[in-house]
């Protein structure tokens, strides 16, 4: 494969969702850094985990992984625009939601409306691929996923998903270089960096054959092709891209590059929505 150092890959994913005059462009989630759910407003991205800490993108151990390709542009499906809660405890009882899907985190902070931790999940019925059902979990947590033979994996399933309409479909751009680094200890571990910068923005790790599973950090923040252009993001730390329990989640980042991963991106005026994110090679 191909050994070009960090040259730049757009991204391109097509979105359906509610159409919506207005531009969204506030702070309506925590930052991506390794502290307290509390942390400083970044535009609408990422996701704490159960404990309230938000995962940290990590450095490249050299020592451990090598660069191995880069990635050209790539084109994602339209999907289905997502409905939120009004009232009721937030994500893992992380703070309230109200309405529109705003979010108060537990020192009081409001953000939002269409904070990502305050979208619905079903309780009851199929999954949304079809497959198994959704329930509580033992903590009374809603969005649990049971697949076909009965097995649990992890509440807040994006199988799990209350699915609104989709009326319009745009088009978002991710202006960051991406990089694939292969993991040379024999792990079968591997990489994906998206950087702008200078700074990496988002980050999936892979953690080898022996876990296979695999983690997310940051947020991949990008622009519709609306005039003039909103901004939206992708929080990697959501529970389509960050392993934190239950039925290991695989390869993920050369799911990438095959069939895609569904994932969530959120703008603060318009909602969020599914979209399938692919990468080529």
Known sequence: MSRRPFLPALLLVLVSLTACT????????????????????IPNGSWPNP?????????VDTTVYTPTDTLSPSIGDTTIALLF??????????GTC???????????????????????????????NGKGHCALSAQGFPGLWVNAVGHGTSPYS??????????????????????????????????????SGGVTQAQLIYHGTAADSTTGAGVLVGTDNASPARTWSIGFSQPALNFTGGAANGDLISALSTSGVEVIACNVAVGCSTITLKIGA
Not at 31 to 38: A, K, R
Not at 173 to 180: D, G, P
């Open 22 to 41: 207005k531009d969204g462009t506030g702070p309506s989630d925590p930052n991506t850094g390794g502290g307290p759910v509390d942390s400083d407003p």
């Open 51 to 59: 404990d309230g800490t938000v995962p940290t993108v990590q450095p």
């Open 85 to 94: 809660q009004a009232a009721g405890a937030a994500r893992y009882n992380l």
């Open 98 to 128: 109200s309405s529109n899907g705003t979010w108060t985190a537990p020192n009081g902070t409001q953000y939002g409306p269409h904070n990502p931790n305050c979208l619905s999940y079903r309780i009851s019925g199929p999954g949304n």
């Open 158 to 195: 994006p199988k799990c998903l209350d699915r609104g309409t989709s009326s319009t479909t745009l088009t978002l751009s991710f202006s960051a270089q991406a990089e694939l680094f292969q993991a040379t200890d024999g792990s079968g571990g591997s990489m994906l960096n998206f950087t």
